[in-house]
Antibody
Framework: EVQLVESGGGLVKPGGSLRLSCSAS????????MSWVRQAPGRGLEWVGL??????????DYAAPVKGRFIMSRDDSTNTVYLQMNSLKSEDTGVYYC??????????????????????WGQGALVTVSS | QSVLTQPPSVSAAPGQRVTISCSGS????????ISWFRQFPGTAPRLLLF???KRPSGIPDRFSGSRSNTSATLDITGLQTGDEANYYC???????????FGGGTKLTVL
């Protein structure tokens, strides 16, 4: 069973920093693409960033609002992905979800591994940026 | 303003069918798979459909999807009160090099 468990959320002052962690289990992590998606209070989903798996070079892409302030990284030895958030602003407040693209396609009757956008989600970590 | 456009809300009676649209462009829906997500209040989103129209294990066949050119639709038949939730579409955008989501559609089962 795939499990994604976020931790590290909390209250931080504007301009401060916070690091979120996402511990993954139940799938082969080293080649998995991992993303962070956030949701401001009462708002929709907003993609934050993506880190590709080892086989795809581990490259990273970020959404424009966080580029230059947030850094995604991964530790394949502990199956953990991180989101280092710097220069935090009030508009960064929200629930941050860890997702993985790794999933199973069983539509043909035989199951096989697939990579598809945000196949599994964690329960989320609340980040509040306020003075 | 979201790159993918969804109606803010839709409603229908129990047992009826509802369609939720998702409009994009040639750089996202036109070239890449669309996924649909469902989110109940206070809980994490969950994948509903992937690769335009495939259901993960556990999702009933009342949920189906299609894609045509730069638009996609999510169809829900045999509506139940338990289907009340927010529904989001998402895709990769080749030009922006980001994942894009729709603004979400609130489904009300009257």
């Amino acid at each position: 069973e795939v499990q994604l468990v976020e931790s590290g959320g909390g209250l931080v002052k504007p301009g401060g920093s916070l690091r979120l962690s996402c511990s993954a289990s139940g799938f082969t992590f080293r080649n998995a693409w991992m993303s962070w998606v956030r949701q401001a209070p009462g708002r929709g989903l907003e993609w934050v960033g993506l880190i590709r798996g080892r086989a795809d070079g581990g490259t990273v892409d970020y959404a424009a609002p966080v580029k230059g302030r947030f850094i995604m990284s991964r530790d394949d030895s502990t199956n953990t992905v991180y989101l280092q958030m710097n220069s935090l602003k009030s508009e960064d407040t929200g629930v941050y979800y860890c997702t993985t693209n790794v999933g199973e396609d069983c539509t043909s009757g035989t199951c096989y591994i697939v990579s598809s956008l945000a196949f599994h989600w964690g329960q989320g970590a609340l980040v509040t940026v306020s003075s | 303003q979201s790159v993918l456009t969804q109606p803010p809300s839709v409603s229908a009676a129990p047992g009826q069918r509802v369609t939720i649209s998702c409009s994009g462009s040639t750089s996202n829906i036109g070239k890449n798979y669309i996924s649909w997500f469902r989110q109940f209040p206070g809980t994490a989103p969950r994948l509903l459909l992937f690769e335009n129209n495939k259901r993960p294990s556990g999702i009933p066949d009342r949920f189906s999807g299609s894609r045509s050119n730069t638009s996609a639709t999510l169809d829900i038949t045999g509506l139940q009160t338990g289907d009340e939730a927010n529904y989001y579409c998402g895709s990769w955008d080749n030009s922006l090099r980001v994942v894009v989501f729709g603004g979400g559609t609130k489904l009300t089962v009257l």
